[in-house]
């Protein structure tokens, strides 16, 4: 059983810089590609940014690109989306997600491909 759990979020003015957290259980961590989604009150859930099992591929909404970035440290079994400028309409729930690749190079923006989600960080920027 693959277990994510999400942390880091919390309020921030608009402006300012979150990162979050997403530690994950499989000790083939390498092998999953990883992915961050979020969903904001009365709205789908939307992809924000993904990333390769090597860590070598991204992939972002355009609305983030440049402000946030997604990374790994397969060392430790986490992925990180640190996010800076941030705007009041990036106030949502953040959810990781993941799944199990033979190649480390796949990326994977699509919320129906994911396999395993975390239970939500609640991050609310203020105006």
């Known amino acids: 059983q693959v277990q994510l759990v999400e942390s880091g979020g919390g309020l921030v003015q608009a402006g300012g810089s979150l990162r979050l957290s997403c530690a994950a259980s499989p000790r083939t961590f390498d092998r999953y590609a990883m992915g961050w989604f979020r969903q904001a009150p009365g709205k789908e859930r939307e992809f924000v940014a993904a990333i390769s099992g090597s860590g070598g591929d991204t992939y972002y909404l355009d609305s983030v690109k440049g402000r946030f970035t997604i990374s790994r440290d397969n060392a430790k079994n986490t992925v990180y989306l640190q996010m800076n400028s941030l705007k009041p309409e990036d106030t949502a729930v953040y959810y990781c997600?993941?799944?199990?690749?033979?190649?480390?190079?796949?990326?994977?923006?699509?919320?129906?491909?994911?396999?395993?989600w975390g239970q939500g960080t609640q991050v609310t920027v203020s105006s």
């Open positions: 997600a993941g799944r199990m690749r033979l190649s480390q190079r796949v990326v994977i923006t699509t919320e129906k491909e994911y396999d395993y």
